[in-house]
Nanobody
Framework: QVQLVESGGGLVQPGGSLRLSCAASGRPFSINRMGWYRQAPGKQRELVAAIASGGSTNYADSVKGRFTISTDNAKVFLQMNSLKSEDTAVYYC??????????????????WGQGTQVTVSS
């Protein structure tokens, strides 16, 4: 099993900044892609940003120019600037990794973090 542990959420005023971190650990794995999703109350979970192992990134249109995703070894970060009230949501770390889960075959598997709350409010 691969575990994803997030940190860095909290309460911030509009226009402020937060940095989310997510660390992957567990059974040996090779990262294919890591990313951040978010889910606001009453809405579907949506992709915020993702970064592939080769370094290519993609962002939701709503966060382009304000959020930056980056990685360092088995960690992924999301720098969020110029935060708006509509960015309020639970943010989830996501990873696509090649690994061999216990009792299963080597392959590409998806894992999720537990989520961290980001609230943008004055």
């Amino acid at each position: 099993q691969v575990q994803l542990v997030e940190s860095g959420g909290g309460l911030v005023q509009p226009g402020g900044s937060l940095r989310l971190s997510c660390a992957a650990s567990g059974r040996p794995f090779s990262i294919n892609r890591m990313g951040w999703y978010r889910q606001a109350p009453g809405k579907q979970r949506e992709l915020v940003a993702a970064i592939a192992s080769g370094g290519s990134t993609n962002y939701a249109d709503s966060v382009k120019g304000r959020f930056t995703i980056s990685t360092d070894n088995a960690k992924v970060f999301l720098q969020m600037n110029s935060l708006k009230s509509e960015d309020t949501a639970v943010y989830y770390c996501n990873a696509l990794v090649i690994t061999i889960p216990a009792g299963r075959e080597r392959g590409l598997y998806e894992y999720w973090g537990q989520g961290t709350q980001v609230t943008v409010s004055s």
